[in-house]
Each structure stands twice: as structure tokens, then as C-alpha cells.
């Protein structure tokens, strides 16, 4: 069974930076692009970056310019710095490979909180 592990949530001030890690089974990281999640209370989980195997990045307009996605193929794990965050940010974001298929699981998710 695949195991997703997010960290790196808290809670932070508007303007203020943070660093979200992903710790992905090895077999299912390394073979699929992986995507960064987040859903807000009241909202659906929507995609915030993508990353393929070897690089290739794709973000949300939303958050293009202030968050970069990135991964560690030896490590198999995967990160997300989200600079000069807004409180429109705020969620819990989650880590899984894009598209992510209606059988897969889900992680637990970090919670991001931005608020002064």
C-alpha cells in the first residue's frame, strides 16, 4: 500500500514563508509525476504544482511566482516552498501522483494556517 506522509504545516504570518515535505512509497514516487494539494474548509482539494519525474514544473496562477515545487528522486521525497504567503493559502495540503486515480489513498495532509 502506498504511504504519503506531508509535513512542514503550521502557522504563519501574512508575507511569511514555509516549507512543505512529502515522503512517498519508492516504487510509486519515482514512477509518476506528483502533485501538491490543498483544500480549504468548505472547498474541494484542487492541485497547486506538478512536478514530472525528471523536472518539469506546472503551477496554479494562483500561486504562480510564489511557491516552487520540487522533488528528491534518491530520497524519494518531495517539497514545496511557499513564499509570501496570503491568508487565501490557508488549508491542508496534501502530496499524490497527477492525475491522481479514484483508487488511491490519501495522507493525513499538513495544516497551513495564515493569519497575523
Known amino acids: 500500500q502506498v504511504q504519503l506522509v506531508e509535513s512542514g504545516g503550521g502557522l504563519v504570518q501574512p508575507g511569511g514563508s514555509l516549507r512543505l515535505s512529502c515522503a512517498a512509497s519508492?516504487?510509486?514516487?519515482?514512477?509518476?509525476?506528483m502533485g501538491w494539494y490543498r483544500q480549504a474548509p468548505g472547498k474541494q482539494r484542487v492541485l497547486v504544482a506538478s512536478?514530472?519525474?525528471?523536472?518539469?514544473?506546472i503551477y496554479a496562477d494562483s500561486v504562480k511566482g510564489r511557491f516552487t515545487i520540487s522533488r528528491d528522486n534518491a530520497k524519494n521525497t518531495m517539497y514545496l516552498q511557499m513564499n509570501s504567503l496570503k491568508p487565501e493559502d490557508a488549508a491542508v495540503y496534501y502530496c499524490?501522483?497527477?492525475?491522481?486515480?479514484?483508487?488511491?489513498?490519501w495522507g493525513k495532509g499538513t495544516l497551513v494556517t495564515v493569519s497575523s
Open positions: 499524490n501522483r497527477w492525475p491522481v486515480r479514484s483508487m488511491d489513498s
Open positions: 512536478i514530472t519525474t525528471s523536472g518539469t514544473t
Open positions: 519508492g516504487s510509486f514516487f519515482s514512477s509518476n509525476v
